[in-house]
């Protein structure tokens, strides 16, 4: 079992940056672990924002947020990154992290998440 928090949330203006992080514990190694940054806004289903794969080689961006926002991840600090840039009012949700093990490094996948953080809360308004 994984422990996941997450950290760098707050409130940001439209246009303005931020930097989650989500720091892993508990496994020796994370290669077998994808990684998904989750959102959920007040009213609205949670919906994936991004993922990457174990060895941090493969990547994927939900539409919405594509072209604006990058994940990165240190394996070994054992922590995943998810560089926001350009945020727009309709960012606004509490972002989660997650994890699942997966069957290669190289594999990405949102489903599967047995592993949750309890979330970090971004704001995005003027």
């Known amino acids: 079992q994984l422990q996941l928090v997450e950290s760098g949330g707050g409130s940001v203006q439209p246009g303005g940056s931020l930097r989650l992080s989500c720091a892993v514990s508990?496994?020796?190694?994370?290669?077998?672990?994808?990684i998904a940054w989750f959102r959920q806004a007040p009213g609205k289903e949670r919906e994936g924002v991004s993922c990457?794969?174990?060895?941090?080689?493969?990547?994927h961006y939900a539409s919405s947020v594509k072209g604006r926002f990058t994940i990165s991840r240190d394996n070994a600090k054992n922590t995943v990154y998810l560089q926001m840039n350009n945020v727009q009012p309709e960012d606004t949700a509490t972002y989660f992290c997650?994890?699942?093990?997966?069957?290669?490094?190289?594999?990405?996948?949102?489903?599967?998440?047995?592993?949750w953080g309890k979330g970090t809360l971004v704001i995005v308004s003027s």
């Open positions: 997650a994890a699942g093990r997966v069957a290669t490094p190289y594999t990405l996948n949102y489903s599967g998440m047995d592993n």
């Open positions: 508990g496994s020796i190694s994370l290669e077998y672990y994808a």
């Open positions: 990457i794969s174990g060895s941090g080689g493969a990547t």
